[in-house]
């Protein structure tokens, strides 16, 4: 399974929020630091507040910042929130008009990639922002 750009980038802009904890911050410097389309980065800012994991501050002294702590912010939650699209082959659409594969009716690797999707969500739950932002120090150095 390959997450999507938008959810890299929405753990990437958490991740820098969250080193950067003590201001506000925005969007502009998040785009340059991260090579990110200002365009794509406001829809991921938006989905983030809608979430109520960041707060939006509006007007020339404005920024964004996060609106939990760090340790509050499950990995494996977030990516359920945020992925579009966990169907890892044509058969987990549902639709069988939708699905090319003539065994879908009775195949079993249907069910052994759906146990493997949910222990791979089961084990992203087991993190939060907290633990990827433990090396704090040295990640701020590469900024």
Same mark, same amino acid.
């Given at each position: 399974?390959? !997450? &999507? ?7 990437? %802009?958490?991740?820098?929020? @969250? !080193? ?5 911050? &925005?969007? @502009? *410097?998040? @785009? *340059? &630091?991260?090579? +990110? ?10 989905? !983030?507040?809608?979430?109520? =994991? ?6 020339? @002294?404005?920024?964004?910042? !996060?609106?939990? *702590? ?7 939650? =977030?990516?359920?929130? +945020? ?5 890892? %082959? ?13 065994? &879908?009716?009775?195949?079993? =690797? ?13 084990? =992203? ?7 990827? %932002? ?10």
């Amino acid at each position: 399974m390959k !997450l &999507t750009s938008y959810t890299d980038y929405s753990l990437r %802009v958490l991740i820098f929020l @969250s !080193l950067n904890h003590e201001r506000l911050c &925005t969007s @502009s *410097e998040i @785009s *340059e &630091t991260y090579m +990110i389309s200002r365009n794509h980065l406001a829809k991921i800012i938006h989905q !983030l507040s809608r979430l109520g =994991l960041i707060e939006s501050y509006k007007g020339a @002294s404005g920024g964004i910042k !996060l609106a939990k *702590e760090p340790k509050e912010i499950n990995i494996g939650l =977030l990516i359920k929130e +945020i992925e579009s699209d966990f169907n890892i %082959v044509d058969c987990f659409i549902g639709d069988r008009s939708k699905s090319p594969c003539r065994l &879908t009716p009775h195949c079993k =690797l249907k069910s052994i990639m759906n146990e493997s999707l949910s222990l791979f969500i089961q084990n =992203l739950e087991k993190y939060t922002l907290e633990d990827i %932002v433990e090396n704090r120090e040295e990640l701020l150095s590469l900024f």
